[in-house]
């Protein structure tokens, strides 16, 4: 588990779908994969984070039983390569999980909170694993259309707040909490400037943080940059911000600068635990 205040992590992101917003089927098979998770770890990647559904806007719902099949053998495959890793599942749904953390993942990371399926609190739970519970409304479908709130960073604090109750009394324990804000997930450019900057605020509340900015289109609507993989200097400046108002982990796809990024920032926001690192 991260600790709060400590050197931030970074997680590299591995989509194993076709659709994915801006690397959609750049991995079409466990090799490919497993190539692309070597480079991240040997960029400084601390985690990998490992995806079968793609939880864009506006895409398309695969089941439980593909989900297993995109992401066990890529899972397998790093798990032989990399016994050292750290790797996380991107899951909403509890079979996945399960199936996830019986071939050996060390993480959930679910973007349902816990909403769209709660059978995986209890399996968390049972697993004692970190889980990472991100802010969401609705499914990729509905999601843009419940963009609708009177103060973004207080009404995304209070919904995590309700989802880490829900969490609890399924037996979850709090040390096992990451919270993340859901950037871009029923939220507008607006609101996801706003709720970066209210950070601190929900960094308040105890759990470490995970930030997730990696090219998504609110930085493109701030750069005017439509290409998702143009939006590397836009990332970056997010996750500098991120870091300074209290982020714990930073999930991004290109990990070596992002790696950079991090030890700069911590060293000048995070200098004590920064010094164990270069010295």
């Known amino acids: 588990m991260p600790v709060p205040g400590g050197a931030t992590l970074v997680m590299g992101i591995l989509n194993l779908t076709p659709d994915s917003f801006s690397d959609g089927g750049l991995l079409p098979n466990a090799q490919a994969a497993l190539r692309a998770a070597g480079r991240m770890l040997a960029q400084g990647a601390d985690l990998?984070?490992?995806?079968?559904?793609?939880?864009?806007p506006g895409a398309e719902e695969i089941g439980s039983e593909r989900e297993i099949e995109r992401v066990l053998p890529v899972l397998q495959a790093i798990r032989a390569a990399h016994p050292e890793a750290v790797l996380s599942v991107d899951t909403?749904?509890?079979?996945?999980?399960?199936?996830?953390?019986?071939?050996?993942a060390d993480w959930i990371n679910?973007?349902?909170?816990?909403?769209?399926?709660?059978?995986?609190?209890?399996?968390?739970?049972?697993?004692?694993?970190?889980?990472?519970?991100?802010?969401?409304?609705?499914?990729?479908?509905s999601?843009?259309?419940?963009?609708?709130?009177?103060?973004?960073?207080?009404?995304?604090?209070?919904?995590?707040l309700q989802a880490t109750e829900r969490a609890l009394a399924t037996g979850v324990r709090a040390e096992?909490?990451?919270?993340?804000?859901?950037?871009?997930?029923a939220k507008t450019t607006a609101q996801n400037l706003t709720l970066l900057r209210g950070l601190a605020e929900l960094r308040a509340e105890g759990f470490p943080l995970l930030v997730g900015p990696s090219r998504?289109?609110?930085?493109?609507?701030?750069?005017?940059?439509?290409?998702?993989?143009?939006?590397?200097?836009?990332?970056?400046?997010?996750?500098?911000?991120?870091?300074a108002a209290g982020?714990?982990?930073?999930?991004?796809?290109?990990v070596g600068p992002v790696v950079q990024t991090a030890r700069m920032v911590d060293a000048l926001c995070r200098p004590e635990q920064a010094a164990a690192a270069w010295g």
């Open 48 to 56: 990998l984070d490992l995806g079968g559904q793609s939880t864009r």
């Open 247 to 254: 982020a714990a982990i930073l999930r991004v796809h290109d």
């Open 143 to 160: 999601m843009d259309g419940l963009a609708v709130y009177g103060d973004v960073v207080a009404e995304v604090r209070q919904e995590l």
């Open 216 to 243: 998504k289109r609110f930085i493109g609507a701030v750069l005017e940059e439509p290409r998702p993989r143009a939006r590397l200097w836009g990332t970056t400046a997010v996750c500098g911000q991120a870091i």
């Open 92 to 104: 909403f749904r509890a079979p996945v999980a399960a199936a996830a953390l019986a071939a050996g």
């Open 176 to 185: 096992q909490l990451i919270w993340d804000p859901g950037l871009g997930f």
């Open 110 to 141: 679910d973007v349902g909170g816990g909403q769209r399926d709660p059978e995986i609190l209890k399996l968390v739970a049972e697993a004692g694993c970190p889980y990472v519970l991100m802010h969401n409304r609705g499914d990729s479908r």
